[in-house]
């Protein structure tokens, strides 16, 4: 796992598996922790990691119902836990999902003695709307199109985007069940306004990125799902074309109706 700190107040941790990120947000005398690494030990070292960095965690928040994303409180077992209402409402709809998606692929890469997901009493925050901290207010933003449902969190007085599973340098624009070409590209169209706000903008997946960068990769998302919608010939984005991502774009050819 790396671990980099943007800022005094912004820490981001990037799991060794899928480069799955999670960031962790200083406001104050509270802290946010938004989604979650993948790998036990990863998970392990988080509260040392935060306590040293004199981090408090106030809360848990997730920017979708993927399963990947969900892991923080194997980490912080006693902190509260909130999401849009859109994902509160899927997991309240189908819990039993991310559980066996996680056991899949615990059962697959052999690992043992992993805790079941605890995702009780969950706190539904609205979309768009805000949420109250201490140094300022954080702006949630709807971002469904990869999945049903989802939330991007714009954190103004750090400058910082936590966009969820977009904008990824290492992953195409993923379709899964649920989600849309036409939703995947307003929720990129709502993103570009907040990357113009930005100074840093953390994807679901893949290393922080300056804005010239992640617009950069916004055109390339754009391009390869309107090309997807149109005709189906879609090339995939430069640095992002390989077999992993061949099969992802098997996948979103089955669904880009």
Known sequence: MRVLA?????????????????????SGEEGF?????????????MPSILEQSRFPVSALLVTHGDWDHLLARHA??????????????LLAAQPEGPQRELNEFD???????????ALDEIQRLPV??????????????PANGHTAEGTAYYVPWLGVLVAGDY?????????SPGGSVRAYLETLERIRGLVDRASWIVP??????????????????VAYLTALREDGDARLPAGR????????????LARRG
């Open 6 to 26: 943007l800022d005094a107040d912004v820490i981001v941790f990037i799991s060794a598996f899928w480069q799955t990120t999670c960031t962790a947000i200083r």
């Open 33 to 45: 922790v938004i989604d979650s690494p993948v790998l036990p030990h990863e998970l392990e070292a």
């Open 76 to 89: 912080f077992p006693n902190a509260s836990l909130g999401c849009g209402e859109s994902t509160a409402e």
């Open 107 to 117: 059962d697959e890469h052999y690992i043992a003695g992993r805790p079941p997901l």
């Open 128 to 141: 768009p709307g805000h949420l109250a901290s201490a140094s300022g207010e954080l702006e949630l933003h």
């Open 167 to 175: 904008l990824s340098p290492v992953e195409i624009p993923w379709i």
């Open 204 to 221: 679901g997946h893949g290393e922080p990125l300056e804005p010239d960068r992640a617009l950069g990769i916004l055109q390339a998302d």
């Open 241 to 252: 074309d390989t077999p992993a991502q061949r099969k992802i774009h098997a996948e979103n």
